[in-house]
């Protein structure tokens, strides 16, 4: 599962674009080869893909779209526009109506701080310490 909070996706499609971009990088999908990459990403624009549902933020509902990859696998992605910040949340193997999304206030236990620029080595060396087997 993979999350993301912004504040600068405005437009709904932008915002349904980065969701759908968000999925695509999941572990499930890195089987496909660049064109059905390409095509799955384009999907984005298909309303038939997108349904309104909720998504819990900070403890309170919030209206969102789901998008479904089509997939044997059941890959999803939820774009939550608020007024202030748009939730984004990507998954496989997790049902995205249990899917509960914080604001994290205290990045210290985590060993990295992502509102900051990091290298791949430095984000590597973080999960790694919170996870060995990663």
């Not at 971009?21 to 893909?49: C, I, M, N, T, Y």
């Not at 995205?96 to 290298?119: I, K, N, S």
Request: hydrophobic content about 45%.
């Amino acid at each position: 599962m993979c999350t993301a909070l912004t504040r600068w996706l405005v437009e709904s499609g932008e915002q349904r674009q980065r969701a759908v971009q968000v999925a695509v990088g999941l572990p499930s999908l890195r089987h496909l080869d660049a064109a059905q990459v390409k095509e799955l990403f384009e999907s984005w624009r298909d309303r038939e893909r997108w349904t309104p549902t909720e998504i819990m933020v900070d403890g309170q509902p919030m209206a969102a779209d789901r998008w479904d990859a089509g997939t044997t696998a059941g890959e999803w992605a939820i774009v939550a526009p608020g007024e202030s910040q748009v939730v984004i949340t990507a998954g496989v193997g997790v049902d995205a109506a249990l899917v509960q999304a914080r604001v994290v206030a205290d990045w210290a236990p985590y060993g990295v701080d992502l509102t900051r620029a990091q290298t791949a080595e430095q984000i590597a060396g973080s999960l790694a310490r919170l996870d060995p087997d990663w």
